[in-house]
């Protein structure tokens, strides 16, 4: 039994968020817990089902967990518009709360949080709302932040463990304000040579990292 993909409707601050469910060979019963994977800039097209988001998901998958993909305010079938992260990291908590509540076996398994571009920063903030040292408590086995937007939104600081790997020649999110970022965490940093924002023609070197990743925290 392959991948395969189940749609969703929970609930945000701003109404219904639309979302897609990437369910690992063996069904739900079969996995080893959830993953929550976040998108890039909805104003610049940034959807739910951009590869590198799909990329993630599925290795996720492929790694036996089911791998949630929410669009974010505005975009699909979500409702509401854009509001630069701070709306849709209320929404992304409240979304953990909902799956958590609808699908306690899954809930009591592993939990991965992964992000591409703005979907990083976002992650980041839901780290910090639900993890550990937050009034959630969470326990978090991964953190998988591509492309991480520490140029542009605040992202907090995440897991000395956290997979952080950025296009070396990345015009949009410049690789000098990942490192600066990275810097007072001591935080490794992965960068692809020669590779740009999208890892276009790296994707595959992309999964291969976090299928690696995933592989190490989930034993």
């Known amino acids: 039994m392959a991948i395969t993909t189940e749609h969703l409707v929970l609930e945000g601050g701003a109404g219904a968020v639309d979302c897609a469910l990437d369910i690992p060979e063996g069904g739900l019963e079969a996995a080893r817990g959830w993953a929550l994977v976040l998108h890039p800039h909805p104003l610049f097209g940034g959807a739910r089902d951009n590869k590198v988001v799909t990329t993630i998901a599925r290795a996720c998958a492929q790694q036996g967990l089911a791998a949630l993909r929410p669009n974010f305010r505005g975009v699909g079938a ?15 908590l ?13 809930a009591g398994g592993r939990f991965v949080l992964g992000g591409f ?6 992650a980041s903030q839901v780290y910090a709302g639900c993890g550990p040292q937050s009034e959630r408590g969470l326990d978090i086995a991964g953190l998988v932040l591509l492309g991480t937007a520490a140029s542009r939104f605040s992202v907090a600081s995440v897991p000395e463990d956290t997979l952080v790997v950025h296009g070396e020649q990345d015009d949009t999110v410049p690789l000098q304000s990942v490192m600066d970022w990275a810097r007072p965490q001591g935080l490794p940093v992965t960068v692809i040579p020669g590779s740009g924002h999208f890892f276009h023609g ?15 925290v989930l034993g």
Request: hydrophobic share 45%.
């Open 202 to 216: 790296n994707l595959v070197v992309v999964k291969r990292l976090v299928l690696a990743y995933l592989a190490r």
């Open 94 to 106: 409240g979304v953990v709360d909902q799956f958590r509540d609808r699908y306690p076996a899954l």
């Open 117 to 122: 571009s703005f979907g990083s920063a976002v």
């Open 78 to 92: 979500s409702a509401g518009e854009f509001d630069n992260g701070q709306g849709e990291a209320a929404d992304m």
